[in-house]
């Protein structure tokens, strides 16, 4: 009986020895696969020029710099306005490579017109009250923008940031007077960093962007407007794999983080 129950012990022993080994040697195993497989986008050459949503002027400048270590070959220009000029301009022929704007409606004028390829949406927004430092005026929703006291400025609804700041104010039942509709929201943004005005509706990011010269006021989810950003590749680029290479580090890359970094909601 003693016997057997040793050598019941000796098996047992034998076959948890074995399957340690067996483990260390999946996991050596997995750890030299990974290692051989290191997740590096190919490395490409040549000029882009990037017509850009002027919200997304410190993100991509944060990504330029990352690409010059991960991308060296690539020399990245940019061209930053409002997204609804960036189209006219496509339109006109002026030559880009790449386009992002801060609305789907801007994009689909290109894609109807058969001047870009397939866009991809890389990043979501939503829209914040950008007041003063330290928002002396007390300013707490959307209906205060309505006030008499209140120097208030918007964007023109020719771009996005105008179009979805009239949103937000009909779905909170708000008519506004500005005192002027700026081109893009940095020139909204200005307009309060300045002093020349006590508030405006921007994007989230704009509001992070503007640090200490602003505060930011919530707006509520039901009175807010999602921002879809799509990129494409324009048609008539002659560097296609240099915009390839920076549309997917936007997409998929590093340009992710440094999206995320300033504020931008991952895309739905």
């Given at each position: 009986?003693?016997?057997?129950?040793?050598?019941?012990?000796?098996?047992?022993?034998?076959?948890?020895?074995?399957?340690?080994?067996?483990?260390?040697?999946?996991?050596?195993?997995?750890a030299t696969t990974a290692s051989a497989s290191p997740s590096t986008a190919p490395k490409v050459s040549g000029s882009v020029t990037v017509?850009?949503?002027?919200?997304?002027?410190?993100?991509?400048?944060?990504?330029?710099t990352t690409l010059k270590t991960e991308q060296?070959?690539?020399?990245?220009?940019?061209?930053?306005?409002?997204?609804?000029?960036?189209?006219?301009?496509?339109?006109?022929?002026?030559?880009?490579?790449?386009?992002?704007?801060?609305?789907?409606?801007?994009?689909?004028?290109?894609?109807?017109?058969?001047?870009?390829?397939?866009?991809?949406?890389?990043?979501?927004?939503?829209?914040?009250?950008?007041?003063?430092?330290?928002?002396?005026?007390?300013?707490?929703t959307l209906n205060d923008l309505a006030r008499g006291d209140i120097t208030f400025v918007t964007e023109d609804e020719t771009v996005p940031a105008g179009k979805y700041s009239a949103q937000a104010l009909s779905a909170a039942g708000v008519t506004t007077s500005p005192v002027s509709k700026e081109t893009d929201v940095k020139s909204a943004v200005a307009k309060v960093t300045s002093g020349e005005a006590d508030a405006t509706i921007v994007y989230v990011t704009d509001v992070t962007a503007a640090g200490s010269k602003g505060t930011g006021v919530r707006i509520p989810d039901a009175q807010n407007v999602i921002a879809e950003y799509p990129i494409a590749i324009v048609k008539a680029t002659e560097n296609h794999d240099a915009a390839a290479a920076f549309i997917d580090a936007v997409v998929k890359g590093s340009g992710q983080t440094a999206l995320y970094n300033r504020g931008f909601l991952p895309p739905t």
């Amino acid at each position: 009986m003693r016997r057997s129950r040793t050598l019941s012990v000796l098996v047992l022993a034998t076959v948890v020895v074995l399957a340690a080994c067996s483990s260390d040697s999946t996991t050596a195993t997995t750890a030299t696969t990974a290692s051989a497989s290191p997740s590096t986008a190919p490395k490409v050459s040549g000029s882009v020029t990037v017509f850009a949503a002027a919200s997304l002027t410190e993100s991509f400048n944060d990504e330029q710099t990352t690409l010059k270590t991960e991308q060296p070959g690539l020399s990245i220009t940019y061209s930053f306005s409002g997204s609804g000029a960036l189209v006219t301009q496509i339109q006109q022929g002026a030559p880009a490579d790449v386009i992002a704007t801060a609305d789907t409606a801007s994009m689909k004028k290109l894609t109807d017109a058969g001047l870009v390829e397939a866009p991809v949406t890389f990043a979501n927004n939503q829209l914040e009250i950008l007041v003063a430092p330290g928002n002396p005026k007390e300013i707490k929703t959307l209906n205060d923008l309505a006030r008499g006291d209140i120097t208030f400025v918007t964007e023109d609804e020719t771009v996005p940031a105008g179009k979805y700041s009239a949103q937000a104010l009909s779905a909170a039942g708000v008519t506004t007077s500005p005192v002027s509709k700026e081109t893009d929201v940095k020139s909204a943004v200005a307009k309060v960093t300045s002093g020349e005005a006590d508030a405006t509706i921007v994007y989230v990011t704009d509001v992070t962007a503007a640090g200490s010269k602003g505060t930011g006021v919530r707006i509520p989810d039901a009175q807010n407007v999602i921002a879809e950003y799509p990129i494409a590749i324009v048609k008539a680029t002659e560097n296609h794999d240099a915009a390839a290479a920076f549309i997917d580090a936007v997409v998929k890359g590093s340009g992710q983080t440094a999206l995320y970094n300033r504020g931008f909601l991952p895309p739905t």
